[in-house]
C-alpha cells in the first residue's frame, strides 16, 4: 500500500473536501498524511487525521484568518503583513523547509493545492509524483480570458499588464514576489522555470495534472482549455458530526428556502450585510415560505429571527436541510453548491469574491440556477429568481440528471479511484514529468 502526502490550502472549503478522500484511501489500506501551516492542524485532527506542521515560523497559527480590519488603511497593513508571511515562507521553501517531510514521510504521491503549489515543485526534486488538488471549478470558468490561446494578442497583451501591476505591487510591499520566488524553487529542485505559468490566473506548474472534484458533465469547461483536468466525483462528505438546530421551528407545510453564507463569511462585510437585508426583505415579501438564515460567525443572526417565517442561526446542518429545501441562496462556494446538486436543489448563487461568480457561471451554464452578483443584487430581481426556481419544474429536471451523474460519479469514479490510478501509472497520467514533456 502507498503512502500519500496532502497538502492543503488552510480553510474550511480547502480541508473539508480531502476529508473524505483521506478516509477512503484509508479503508483502502494507504497511509495519508498531511502537511500544512498551523491554520491547518484543528481542521484535519479533530477529524483523526495525521498531520506535520510546516513553515510554522513563517506562518504561524492565524495567518489564514479572515481580515477584520476596518477602512482601507487597516486592510492594507494587513495585507502588507501577509504578504511578509507568504514572502518569508516562499523562501523558506527554497532554502529546504519542506525537504525534512519528504524524509520522514517517504510519500509515493503528493497531492497539493492550486493555491500552495509549492509542494509540487519539491516533489518533483524529491523524484514523487505529484497531483493538484482543486477545490473549486476550472479556471477557465473563474477567468473567461483563459479558454482563449494564449497567443491571442489581448491575451499577451493582459498577461504583461497583470506582471507589472504585480511588480508595482510587491515593490509597495502588498504583494509578494511570486514570479521571482516560484523561478527559485523551481531550479533548486529541478523543475524547468520555463514551463512555470508566467500568468497569475493560471496553475503555477501547468504539465502536472490537476484532480477536479466534480463529474466532467457539470465541470468540464468550453473552448480552449490548457490544463490537464481529471475529473471525479463530487466527494462530499455525508459523516459530519450532528449540530444543534431549532427542527421544531420548522413549518412542514411550507416551501424552505435555505440561505447560506458559507462556514466563515467575512468576504466583505459590508456587502454581506446589504446581501443579509436583501434576502430578509425577501422573506418578509414572502411569507407563505420558510426562510433558514445561516449568517457565519461573523454576523449577528438575531436582527434576522424576528420575522415568524425566518429561522436565523450562525451555522446550520446544511445537508439535513437540503433534504427538505425547496431552494437556495448561496455565497457560491463549491462545496455548498455540489451539496445543492447531489440533493437536487435549484439555487440562487450569489456571489462575492474568488472563485465564486466562476462557479455561478457554472450553475447557469449546466440550468441548474441562477447566478446574480452580489454588488448588484436587488430585491425585485431576487424575488423573480426564487419565484422561478419555486414555481417552474424545468430547474429540477435539470437537477434530476445532473444529481444522477453525480451520484454515479460517486459510486464508480471517485476521488480515491482516480488517485489509485495515478500512483499505479504517474508517468502516463502526467503526475511525474519526463524530458520534453508538455500539458496536454
Not at 107 to 121: G, Q
Not at 244 to 249: I, K, M, N, V, Y
Not at 315 to 326: G, I, K, N, V
Request: with cysteine; glycine share 8%.
Amino acid at each position: 500500500m502507498a503512502t500519500i502526502l496532502l497538502a492543503p490550502f488552510a480553510g474550511h472549503g480547502h480541508i473539508n473536501p480531502t476529508l473524505k478522500l483521506a478516509r477512503a484511501l484509508g479503508q483502502r489500506g494507504h497511509r495519508v498524511v498531511y502537511a500544512g501551516p498551523l491554520d491547518c492542524q484543528e481542521l484535519v485532527t479533530r477529524r483523526g487525521g495525521e498531520f506535520i506542521p510546516v513553515l510554522e515560523e513563517q506562518l504561524p497559527k492565524g495567518s489564514f484568518d479572515p481580515f477584520q480590519a476596518s477602512g482601507f488603511l487597516g486592510h492594507v497593513r494587513q495585507l502588507r503583513a501577509l504578504t511578509r508571511r507568504v514572502d518569508a515562507a516562499l523562501l523558506a521553501i527554497a532554502e529546504g523547509a519542506l525537504d525534512g517531510v519528504f524524509e520522514r514521510v517517504r510519500p509515493d504521491l503528493v497531492v497539493c493545492d492550486t493555491l500552495l503549489p509549492y509542494t509540487a515543485l519539491v516533489a518533483h526534486g524529491h523524484g514523487v509524483p505529484a497531483v493538484f488538488f482543486n477545490t473549486s471549478v476550472p479556471r477557465e470558468f473563474i477567468h473567461p480570458f483563459l479558454s482563449r490561446p494564449p497567443t491571442e494578442p489581448s491575451r499577451r497583451l493582459r498577461a504583461h499588464a497583470v506582471r507589472a501591476l504585480l511588480g508595482v505591487m510587491g515593490a509597495l510591499g502588498i504583494a509578494p514576489r511570486m514570479n521571482e520566488r516560484s523561478a527559485r524553487i523551481a531550479r533548486r529542485y529541478g523543475y524547468p522555470v520555463e514551463a512555470l505559468a508566467t500568468e497569475p490566473e493560471r496553475l503555477l506548474a501547468p504539465r502536472l495534472p490537476e484532480l477536479v472534484l466534480a463529474p466532467r458533465e457539470f465541470a468540464e469547461p468550453d473552448g480552449y482549455v490548457e490544463s490537464h483536468y481529471i475529473y471525479a466525483g463530487p466527494s462530499i462528505d455525508l459523516d459530519r458530526a450532528p449540530m444543534d438546530f431549532p427542527w421544531e421551528r420548522l413549518a412542514a407545510d411550507k416551501p424552505l428556502i435555505l440561505f447560506s453564507l458559507g462556514s466563515q463569511g467575512a468576504f466583505r462585510r459590508a456587502m454581506e450585510q446589504q446581501v443579509l437585508d436583501t434576502v430578509f426583505a425577501a422573506a418578509r415579501a414572502r411569507p407563505q415560505w420558510q426562510f433558514v438564515f445561516a449568517v457565519t460567525p461573523a454576523h449577528d443572526p438575531k436582527p434576522y429571527d424576528a420575522e415568524p417565517n425566518v429561522v436565523a442561526v450562525h451555522s446550520a446542518p446544511l445537508l439535513q436541510l437540503l433534504e427538505r429545501a425547496t431552494a437556495v441562496v448561496t455565497h457560491g462556494g463549491f462545496n455548498t453548491v455540489k451539496e445543492c446538486i447531489y440533493f437536487g436543489v435549484p439555487m440562487v448563487v450569489v456571489p462575492f469574491v474568488f472563485d465564486m461568480p466562476g462557479v455561478g457561471r457554472a450553475v447557469e451554464h449546466r440550468g441548474l440556477g441562477i447566478s446574480c452578483p452580489a454588488k448588484t443584487l436587488k430585491l425585485e430581481h431576487l424575488l423573480a429568481s426564487l419565484d422561478s426556481l419555486v414555481g417552474e419544474p424545468r430547474w429540477r429536471t435539470a437537477l434530476a440528471a445532473m444529481r444522477a451523474c453525480f451520484h454515479e460519479n460517486e459510486r464508480n469514479n471517485s476521488a480515491a479511484d482516480a488517485l489509485e490510478r495515478l500512483l499505479q501509472a504517474p508517468e502516463a497520467q502526467g503526475a511525474r514529468l519526463r524530458p520534453g514533456s508538455s500539458a496536454r
